[in-house]
């Protein structure tokens, strides 16, 4: 479930925002998802599809919105559970559909009993727009809705012309955060930084993996009782040179790092940070060394990440920074960082993106890529920054000093027209700092 915090008023904007980039005649149709089963009689928390959520702001499973204009004005139409006391026993009140109406600001509700509605409410539109080819049973709904509409619309000349994927449109709608977003997103942050700062707490000699991972997500639940974003990452020693290590049952040991990355999920916003420290307090010489080249191309790489640069910019000049770290420090012999950046040979080192969109998706949604061209970092845009070093430990091509160590740094950073505004530097993250925090544990 997630948290509602904006006002219904925030959602209704949306909705007229989508209409004002889509044609004449256009209607658009919405899924908040299912239940998922984990076992038996036992179910996955639910969290509504993000693109529902974006524009209804609706928390229940296995509702369908209907988006259309009327008289002028967007009209918002809702599909949804019947009230049910019986049921309401077992899980918890449901909105029902006067609920959707006064609650959530829906214009008119109905029963999931009533969606054969839907066909009349296509039959007099011209172009249908859906979250298309993530769900082939919805797809599939979808079609059928669009037949049952051209039979009738065909008797007066006015089928449907088109069918097209919402995502395209939607998706640099939720590119580019307000003001209220930009608030979620900072309380996202804060709260994941706190929770590093307590697996750090914990992350000591003798304990698990497991442990510090207890310690992060049960700060997050402190903080209005926020899930995870994400699965947690918390890898020691070499298993941080996996980089979606997700087992978290190995033991901490002393003389060892531990890599995390994880985030919280605040009112449907995700925060995302990556930190990786000493399990005994101390960095060896090599660990700081290899750390100090990660943080150098991080800090960088924040400093450029202004409007104005291209994704494509921003990743080849951390990668390079990383690159002549290694040939700096003598793990591979001599050479040129950006033949090995432009060649790919980097990524024996550095396999993966400097960074990625985020929002109500720990992997936003929002092209990469426009007209062929890596796209331009404008305001309101929110990244992280997150290069790393992974130095595998059957790499027999460098010492045997060096294999075995993983490292990432990761922090979120809104896109302004001046400056980049940080929404995580509550963590620790120089090696002074966290020396120090960690000094300060029992």
């Known amino acids: 479930m997630i948290q509602t915090v904006l006002p219904q008023s925030t959602f209704a904007k949306r909705r007229e925002q989508l209409f ?10 919405l899924y908040s998802g299912d239940l998922v089963m984990r076992n038996r009689g036992t179910e996955y928390p639910f969290r509504p599809d993000s693109y529902f959520w974006y524009f209804t702001g609706f928390p229940e499973p296995e509702t369908t919105a209907i988006l ?15 009230r049910d006391p019986s049921r309401e026993i077992w899980t918890g009140k449901i909105v029902g559909q006067e609920g959707a109406v006064s609650d959530y600001g829906a214009d008119e509700a109905y029963p999931l009993t009533e969606k054969h509605r839907i066909t009349g409410l296509l039959a007099a539109s011209h172009h249908i727009y859906a979250v298309l080819g993530e769900k082939a049973e919805h797809d599939q709904e979808v079609m059928q809705f669009i037949r049952s509409a051209n039979q009738l619309a ?6 449907i012309e088109d069918l097209k994927d919402l995502r395209r449109i939607a998706g640099e ?21 706190a929770g590093h700062r307590a697996a750090m707490r914990a992350a000591q000699a003798g304990a698990y993996e497991y442990t510090a ?24 020693g070499s298993n941080a040179c996996c980089l979606h290590y997700e087992i978290n049952n190995a033991p901490l040991r002393s003389g060892d790092l531990v890599l995390f990355d994880t985030g919280a999920e605040y009112a449907g916003y995700a925060g995302d940070i990556s930190r990786t420290i000493p399990i005994n307090g101390k960095f060896t010489r090599n660990q700081q060394a290899l750390y100090e080249v990660v943080l150098n191309a991080q800090l960088n790489a924040i400093h450029s990440a202004r409007a104005g640069i ?17 040939f700096d420090l003598g793990i591979v012999d001599g050479g040129d960082a950006a033949e090995w950046v432009d060649s790919g040979k980097v990524k024996r080192f550095y396999p993966h993106s400097t960074g990625h969109w985020l929002g109500l998706d720990v992997h936003d949604v929002g092209a990469y890529y426009v007209n062929g061209q890596s796209r331009t970092y404008q305001p309101d845009m929110v990244i992280t920054i997150e290069p790393g070093l992974y130095l595998q430990p059957d790499d027999l091509g460098i010492d045997e000093s060096w294999r075995g160590i993983g490292i990432r740094i990761e922090d979120d950073i809104i896109i302004t027209k001046g400056d980049p505004e940080i929404t995580t530097s509550d963590a620790p993250k120089t090696v002074r700092e966290i020396e120090e925090f960690l000094s300060g544990r029992e």
């Open 20 to 29: 004002s980039r889509l044609p004449e005649g256009a209607v658009v149709i």
């Open 68 to 82: 259309c204009r009327k008289a002028g004005k967007v009209h918002y139409t809702l599909f949804c559970a019947n």
């Open 154 to 159: 065909g008797k007066a000349g006015t089928e």
């Open 173 to 193: 709608m939720r590119m580019f955060k307000s003001i209220e977003e930009q608030n979620l997103l900072h309380e996202a942050g804060r709260i994941t930084a």
């Open 213 to 236: 991972q207890a310690a992060m997500e049960a700060e997050f639940r402190r903080y209005h009782g926020c899930h995870w974003s994400f699965p947690s990452i918390i890898a020691a």
């Open 310 to 326: 291209t994704h494509d910019e921003l990743h080849r000049q951390a990668s390079i920074d990383l690159m002549q770290g290694i």
